[in-house]
């Protein structure tokens, strides 16, 4: 089994912001999976899928990104999984808009969610899906995080998330370093 997270903030408010582009590709893998992320489980929305042959929960945190790891640490030790068997998907300011990139491990890179992730697990060493939410030089970080896309960003953010959706399949289908090869040229 194999445990894929997605980050963001709870709530209506949130929901169109670009804090939680990972929401919105863990609605988008349950939606071709024909799964509700709706069982409330560790302080997080959760469904059982099967994705690419391979068992998976799907979860969005319901902490607020910077309380992500709370609800990641609990749903490992329920579904007795290590590190190595979860994925995360989160926003990105440092790459442009649309862009993603998966690694095997690293650092948060000031990313509260994955400071949280990380400090509550004591390790970096998972897969993440990092999504290119870019930087404009105008606005303030939270400002900008908080926003929603504009219609023109909308479409580019689409097209990401399918992408996405089609990354993570084949890091569950045929590992890291495959999903690294196909989806991070582009």
Same mark, same amino acid.
């Given at each position: !089994? ?6 963001? $903030? *709870?709530?209506a408010?949130?929901?169109? #912001? ?17 799964v509700?992320? #709706? ?6 929305? #959760?469904? %059982? ?8 929960? @799907?979860a969005?945190?319901? #902490?607020? !990104? $910077? ?15 290590? *590190? ?13 808009l ?7 491990? /690293?650092s948060?890179? /000031?990313?509260?969610g !994955?400071?949280?992730?990380? /400090?509550v @697990?004591?390790?970096?060493?998972? *897969? ?7 930087? *404009? ?19 580019? %953010? ?6 996405s959706?089609?990354? %993570?399949?084949t ?8 999903? !690294? $090869? ?5």
């Amino acid at each position: !089994m194999k445990l894929v997270v997605g980050l963001g $903030n *709870p709530g209506a408010r949130y929901a169109s #912001t670009r804090h939680n582009v990972g929401f919105m590709v863990v609605d988008r893998l349950a939606h071709r999976s024909r799964v509700a992320v #709706t069982k409330r489980q560790c302080n997080a929305l #959760t469904a %059982v899928a099967n994705i690419a042959g391979e068992k998976v929960c @799907l979860a969005k945190p319901q #902490t607020y !990104m $910077n309380l992500s790891g709370e609800a990641v640490g609990c749903l490992l030790r329920y579904y007795k999984l290590s *590190p190595a068997d979860l994925v995360v998907i989160y926003d990105e300011r440092d790459l442009p808009l649309g862009k993603n990139r998966i690694r095997e491990k /690293g650092s948060a890179g /000031g990313h509260r969610g !994955m400071e949280s992730i990380i /400090g509550v @697990l004591g390790t970096a060493d998972f *897969p993440r899906l990092r999504i290119g939410i870019g930087r *404009p030089a105008e606005t303030n970080a939270v400002e900008h995080v908080l926003g929603s896309f504009s219609p023109e960003e909308r479409s580019v %953010v689409e097209e990401s998330i399918d992408r996405s959706v089609e990354a %993570v399949e084949t890091l569950l289908r045929e590992g890291t370093a495959a999903a !690294m $090869n196909k989806f991070n040229a582009i």
